[in-house]
């Protein structure tokens, strides 16, 4: 699928929630913000914390990692970086759902529910509503494998490095480890096995992977509204290019197109910068990927505990740990 941006690289429902008429809106009866105010609030948050990261990715050298055996400073600011983008990402998607609640007509017989998807599913039989949660669904049970491991299961956020010796290159990557029989090893239904090892997400593939959905997901936000049978436009104006923004979709797109083993085997997402200035998403696509290179080191970066003392390797036989 491919969707595109608006001219200042934002996606199109901004625009569209600037035009709708204070009657299809109930978010005061439900103490919100006016959803233009909860998505801007959101992606602008989202945008931060990518910043932030890039900050410290762009400063990170072959050396710097190679020479002292990963870089214990640089790749632990950069998983703490990235941490936040994660968390960032699931509250885009409540602040999704906050916006889609702004749409339903108060009824006394709702049933409360803390949790904004949940209270839709109970209370916002609608067929445009229910198609929203149903085709954003996949995308929703990949960010919560994740940060409800993160936030209530004690999991942690460890790094890993393939390097490529000969080119003087690197490719980071994350993933999310638990401990499993005294050993810290990554979470089996965040991270599938591959030939029989363990895997983790590098950052070319997953920032490139979770930016299209959250275009995606206001994509489909914009149908929902289409689809309640309210008229809408996009407005054709020329709107001024931000810089700010531009530079960090640039930042994305000059991330690695070497992946790590299993991701080759998954689809591709790609971000890009079209000639008429518009942001172009796309999942699967055909964006032509580098090989990883043979022969490759790989380095992890663990947080210890202070207790555990052995973990997993990643990319290489299960039966195989390392101590702490």
């Given at each position: 699928m491919k969707i595109f941006s608006d001219q200042q690289l934002k996606p199109k429902i901004e625009q569209v929630?600037?035009?709708?008429?204070?009657?299809?809106?109930?978010h005061q009866n439900y103490d919100l913000k006016h959803p233009l105010?909860?998505?801007?609030?959101?992606?602008n948050k989202i945008e931060e914390s990518l910043q932030d990261f890039f900050?410290?990715?762009d400063g990170i050298t072959f050396e710097q990692l190679h020479q002292t055996q990963g870089g214990d400073i640089p790749v632990r600011e950069i998983i703490k970086s990235y941490r936040a983008y994660l968390y960032s990402l699931r509250e885009y998607l409540d602040d999704c759902y906050h916006v889609v609640k702004s749409f339903i007509a108060p009824d006394k017989n709702h049933k409360d529910d803390r949790n904004q998807y949940n209270w839709l599913l109970k209370n916002a039989q609608i067929l445009a509503v229910q198609n929203f949660?149903?085709?954003t669904d996949n995308y929703k049970r990949f960010l919560d494998e994740i940060v409800n491991a993160l936030k209530h299961n004690n999991a942690i956020l460890n790094g890993i490095?393939?390097?490529d010796e000969a080119a003087k290159e690197f490719y980071l990557g994350y993933y999310v480890a638990n401990v499993v029989n005294e050993r810290y090893e990554p979470v089996q239904s965040i991270h599938a096995?591959?030939?029989?090892e363990h895997t983790a997400f590098s950052f070319g593939r997953d920032v490139r992977f979770n930016m299209y959905h959250v275009f995606a997901v206001a994509e489909e936000l914009l149908n929902m509204i289409n689809n309640l049978g309210i008229k809408v436009t996009i407005p054709t104006k020329s709107l001024p290019i931000n810089e700010k923004r531009e530079s960090l979709f640039r930042n994305i797109m000059d991330l690695p197109r070497t992946f790590f083993p299993d991701e080759y085997q998954k689809p591709v997402p790609s971000v890009s910068i079209t000639d008429n200035k518009l942001l172009k998403l796309e999942y699967p696509s055909m964006l032509s990927l580098k090989p990883l290179p043979r022969p490759h080191s790989v380095m992890l970066y663990h947080s210890p505990d202070g207790k555990t003392r052995s973990f997993a390797l990643l990319y290489y036989?299960?039966?195989?740990s390392a101590k702490i």
């Open positions: 929630l600037t035009q709708i008429e204070d009657r299809f809106l109930f105010a909860l998505f801007n609030t959101s992606f900050k410290i990715y949660l149903n085709v490095i393939f390097f096995d591959y030939q029989g036989s299960d039966n195989k």
